[in-house]
């Protein structure tokens, strides 16, 4: 039985572009017309690699600095849900290079939460794994800011729970504008374990 179900719903990729440096808070993001994937993500982007350095994002689970698995090789936005944010700030569409995407996409609903571990693949077998929805920070914030003014200082708030999701290489390939994406998901129910948090530790002395 497969473990991962074929669906009927695909996507469209509208914008390609990469982070090749970091050297400052803000977004230096640029828009690619093809995107050739290997096991890293896109060599020569910001954040491909096979492993990566932890960071604040997962201090829960491991101190910051520790070598991990990098399932962050890519960010992924839908379009629909950022012309959703810009619409929310009250603002002209988003340049998705202020936002440090990889991908931009149209046609899937609900984007952000779509169950993590799902797949999209391209007609070339280039499949993409879905690690978890993206959270909103302050950096697009800053990128923003510098093009719009004040109104970048509205991100935050605006992106939240539609900032698309992060992902990783599972099957490399090339991807190019216009491509279509078929989605793939886990073929599980919705777990029934509930939501409450781990207790609070404190420390003794």
Known sequence: MPVLEPTDHSCTV??????????????????VDIMPLDFGGMAGEHHAGVTRASCSRVTALHP????????RQLSILSQEELDAIAA??????LDPAW???????????????????????????????????????????MSITEARGDVGKTFKRAADLRRGV?????????LRLGDTLRLFVPGQR???????A????RAAG
Do not use: Y
Not at 21 to 28: E, I, K
Not at 64 to 71: D, F, M, P, Q, S
């Open 14 to 31: 509208v914008w390609l572009g990469r982070v090749a440096h970091r050297d400052r808070p803000a977004v230096d993001g640029a828009p």
């Open 64 to 71: 910051k600095g520790t070598e991990i698995a990098n399932v």
């Open 88 to 93: 929310d700030m009250g603002t002209a569409p």
């Open 99 to 141: 936002l440090g995407a990889s991908l931009v996409v149209k046609g899937i609903d609900d984007f952000t939460h779509l169950p993590p571990s799902s797949r999209l693949q391209g007609a070339d077998g280039a499949t993409l794994v879905i690690d978890m929805l993206n959270q909103p920070c302050q950096f697009p914030a």
């Open 166 to 174: 992060t992902a990783w290489v599972e099957r490399p390939g090339t």
């Open 190 to 196: 919705a777990w029934r374990g509930g939501r409450q």
């Open 198 to 201: 781990a207790p609070a530790t």
